[in-house]
């Protein structure tokens, strides 16, 4: 598959206002990413609240500049690119499916007028042939004809998650991107978008980042899942042997943590509070909460290894189930 995306040592800092009257502090929202997306596969994203998910979104999407490194589509640059021309190259080429719908949508307007504005604003044809293709989404994603002239209040949490999705298709991008699609939806109704949003990026050949912290379900929906932490990626495996071939402990520890039908999975509690992101720990910043940790993990950031088409930052990683067993020492098993 070709490269459609690309990030190579990509870091986002802000800087907030700290104590004092001229204080200032460093939030290392993102921290020397590096990840490759290519066309029609499906990239998870995973991690707790805090660790970077939405910032990789954004960064992928072009709503945050980085403060380092570089973000290329195509081969190109995109922040090397004038505004006119990102906007005509890359953000026609990208659609994105925020959170919670009942945001993400205009109140004010109408479903169709809603899915047909990225063609309006990107002069894709005429009434008529917007008209056209607004049907034809709509039928895409499984809303019915009646309510074409519904606005937003009058639509059901399930059927406002479709609107967004059939605005972000509207120009045929290459690349969707649904930051934690489903949270903010009925239990009822979580599984019915995520078989469209698996169904459309199988019919329609997209490429998709799928962020969430439910692990099992970005499994399901993941070719590759790319595991963060701290605003670090800690991790990147395939989906099929992430569970039991993950060699990260956090990874593992997200895997326990989720409740599962058919099988029985040994929790691992993670001790202590995730560290601040503007004062990161030293080394591999998963250390203060890691029940392998030892000295040598604080000495430096651990080097990138590579095995069975997955790469990890770690010196103590998981090899075997004893691994997963907490001591008190460290490195324990």
Not at 3 to 31: C, P, W
Not at 40 to 55: A, F, H, I, Q, R
Not at 110 to 122: F, G, N
Request: aromatic share 4%; glycine share 10%; with cysteine.
């Amino acid at each position: 598959m070709s490269e459609l995306m690309q990030l190579d040592n990509v870091s986002v800092v802000h800087r907030i206002r700290g104590k004092g009257l001229f204080g200032s502090a460093s939030v290392y929202a993102l921290t020397e990413a590096d990840l490759t997306v290519r066309a029609g596969e499906t990239v998870g994203v995973v991690g707790e609240s805090g660790c970077g998910k939405t910032t990789l979104a954004r960064v992928l999407v072009g709503l945050q500049k980085p403060t380092g490194g570089t973000v290329s589509f195509r081969g190109q640059p995109l922040w090397s690119m004038s505004a006119a021309e990102r906007r005509k190259t890359f953000g026609a080429r990208i659609g994105t499916v925020f959170q919670d719908p009942s945001t993400a949508l205009n109140r004010r307007l109408s479903v169709q007028r809603i899915i047909a504005d990225p063609l309006v604003v990107h002069r894709r044809g005429d009434r008529a042939a917007r008209a056209t293709r607004v049907r034809q989404l709509m039928q895409l994603v499984g809303l019915p004809a009646a309510v074409a002239d519904a606005v937003p209040a009058q639509l059901s949490g399930g059927q406002r998650q479709r609107v967004a999705i059939a605005r972000a298709l509207a120009l045929e991008p290459d690349l969707l991107v649904a930051d934690e699609p489903t949270s903010a939806l009925d239990v009822s109704v979580r599984a019915q978008i995520l078989n469209l949003l698996d169904r459309l990026q199988s019919e329609l050949g997209l490429a998709m980042v799928f962020v969430s912290h439910d692990i099992q379900t970005v499994r399901r929906m993941s070719d590759r899942i790319v595991t963060m932490y701290l605003g670090r990626i800690a991790e990147e495996a395939p989906a099929g042997q992430v569970e039991t071939g993950a060699r990260h402990p956090y990874t593992h520890a997200l895997f326990s943590a989720t409740p599962r039908l058919l099988t029985a999975a040994r929790p691992i509690p993670l001790s202590g509070r995730v560290p601040s992101a503007t004062n990161p720990p030293s080394g591999c910043n998963f250390r203060t909460r890691c029940w392998r940790a030892t000295d040598e993990c604080a000495a430096g950031l651990p080097p990138l290894s590579t095995e069975e088409g997955g790469s990890y930052r770690c010196i103590h990683p998981i090899r075997t189930a004893e691994d997963l067993v907490q001591t008190r020492d460290g490195v324990g098993g």
